[in-house]
């Protein structure tokens, strides 16, 4: 069954640094988002991706963070300048066309620690 | 603003037991609902939707939920639980007022299975 990967799966930065996450969606999906959770709290939407441009982004989504399909394969997050309050668990989900599915497709996350 | 509520944070059930996690939901237009499921170490995987039609809606490993709009709740159930059920559940809605099909996830209920 086709999946959705990340890398790494685990991240560990100094305050200040760039670091950019990698995940792979699944080949036919068409719509790409970024979630982040912090540790112990809910899963939280940070941007979606459609047609090579951003479609939504939410207020977490400052300037620090970017994103990028660079191959048309992998789907990337960028954060330029790392603080402590962006160490979190964030996971890349894809999801299709069809208006009658909806459902996102998870990966399974990359821990990003800043210290 | 569309929201997704879990009042519980753990639900206890012993093996071969009934179990419902609970979730209820405030949207603007028609709920698109989904339960996603998060092993430790894993990402989310997906459980179940109700988009439209039969207000009960099965999912994998024996999952159901029951949408009731009177209610706006969506619960998770299973007629007999397995100690390999054991994990994180989060619910979800389609964000309506968003451009795109973002989610907006509850904080999440463990459900502790005991043999």
């Known amino acids: 069954e086709p999946e959705v990967t990340q890398t790494p799966s685990h991240q560990v930065t100094q305050m200040g640094q760039e670091v950019i996450l990698r995940c792979v969606p699944i080949?036919?999906?068409?719509?790409f988002y970024w979630y982040r959770q912090i540790l112990g709290q809910k899963v939280e939407f940070l941007v979606s991706?459609?047609?090579?441009?951003?479609?939504?982004k939410s207020e977490i989504f400052d300037d620090q963070f970017s994103v990028e399909r660079p191959d048309g394969s992998n789907f990337t997050l960028k954060i330029r300048s790392t603080k402590l309050e962006d160490s979190a668990m964030y996971f890349c989900?894809?999801?299709?066309?069809?208006?009658?599915?909806?459902?996102?497709?998870f990966g399974p996350g990359t821990r990003l620690t800043v210290t | 603003a569309q929201s997704v509520a879990q009042p519980e944070d753990q639900v206890n059930v012993a093996e071969g037991n009934p179990l419902t996690v609970k979730c209820t939901y405030s949207?603007?237009?028609?709920?698109?609902l989904f339960w996603y499921v998060q092993y430790p170490n894993r990402g989310l995987q997906f459980l179940l939707k109700?988009?439209?039609?039969?207000?009960l809606v099965k999912g994998s490993y024996g999952f159901e939920a029951e949408f009731n709009k009177s209610q706006t709740s969506f619960h998770l159930k299973k007629p007999s639980a397995l100690v390999s059920d054991s994990a994180l559940y989060f619910c979800?809605?389609?964000?309506?007022?968003?451009?795109?099909?973002?989610?907006?996830f509850g904080t999440g209920t463990l459900l502790a299975v005991q043999p």
């Open positions: 109700y988009i439209t039609g039969d207000n």
């Open positions: 979800a809605v389609r964000d309506n007022g968003g451009a795109t099909n973002k989610l907006i």
């Open positions: 991706f459609y047609n090579n441009e951003i479609s939504e």
């Open positions: 949207v603007s237009g028609n709920p698109y």
């Open positions: 080949s036919n999906h068409l719509y």
């Open positions: 989900a894809s999801s299709d066309l069809a208006i009658s599915s909806y459902e996102q497709y």
